[in-house]
């Protein structure tokens, strides 16, 4: 006699879950990627995550400092 598994051990066996769903991630909005931290500007308009979004110290960005410019 040849009884099959339960369905839940099934989806246990190949998806590690009971429900047979894969467990989701947070994916990034503006990049797809999976990420932890999401950044929204003072808008609220999701730009970027810690995947795409490199931080950088303000005193060594030339650009916050327009008055510095030369024209």
């Keep these: 006699m040849n009884i099959p598994d339960h369905p839940v051990i099934r989806n246990m066996e190949t ?3 009971p429900d047979g769903k894969a467990e989701q991630y947070p994916r990034c909005p503006a990049c797809g990627e999976e ?3 999401v950044f929204r500007d003072r808008f609220g308009a ?3 995550c810690d995947v795409c979004v490199e931080t950088k110290d303000a005193w060594e960005v030339d650009v916050c400092f327009p008055e510095s410019e030369v024209e």
Aim: with cysteine; aromatic share 12%.
């Design 46 to 48: 999701y730009i970027g």
């Design 15 to 17: 998806t590690g879950t």
């Design 35 to 37: 990420c932890e931290t």
